[in-house]
């Protein structure tokens, strides 16, 4: 079996779990616990954030990655030109839209709650704490949903025309 047989559906794979992780959160997760009170809202996302960095997370978000940089450089002689560049643009819209709202937009608002001590906090801090976290965190994750929906769809296209 060659390598080019295993990266696509491998990135299909991870990028649809990343899709899916992402539309969870936006859809069911955020919304879920928007309705608690600010410290409890604080409770849950801290302990969400620390539970999902675990080695399956890890291995999937940054396979992703690493399988969408691959499939253009497997295929570059393979495929037609449009269905190369269908890979570039995919591998463009996970690297901006999922890899770098990640690293610069919720890693840092995960890392300032994941260093704050909720057992001692005001409800006024934990108020002002939740204001300057929410909005930003859900408006990151919308575009790290569309972004990793986006390129799913992309690599599914690029798949099927592959296969004519």
């Known amino acids: 079996m060659k390598l080019e047989t295993i990266i696509l559906p491998s990135a299909i794979l991870f990028v649809g779990l990343m899709a899916g992780i992402f539309f969870t959160w936006s859809n069911a997760v955020k919304p879920g616990i928007g309705k608690l009170s600010d410290l ?3 409770r849950a996302l801290q302990s969400m954030n620390r539970e999902i960095l675990n080695i399956p997370f890890k291995i999937v978000f940054l396979g992703s990655l690493i399988t969408l940089i691959s499939v253009p450089i497997f295929y570059i002689n393979l495929c037609a030109e449009n269905i190369f560049w269908l890979f570039i643009s995919a591998f463009v ?3 901006l839209g999922v890899f770098t709202v990640t690293i610069l937009g919720n890693i840092p608002l995960n890392e ?3 260093n704050t001590s ?3 906090i005001s409800i006024n801090e934990a108020k002002a704490l939740r204001k300057s976290i929410e909005v930003k965190w859900n408006n990151f994750n919308l575009v790290r949903s569309v972004s990793s929906s986006l390129t799913f769809v992309l ?6 025309f592959l296969n004519r």
């Open 93 to 95: 819209i996970y690297l």
């Open 40 to 42: 409890e809202y604080l």
């Open 155 to 160: 690599l599914i296209f690029s798949y099927l």
């Open 112 to 114: 300032l709650l994941d």
């Open 118 to 120: 909720l057992d001692n």
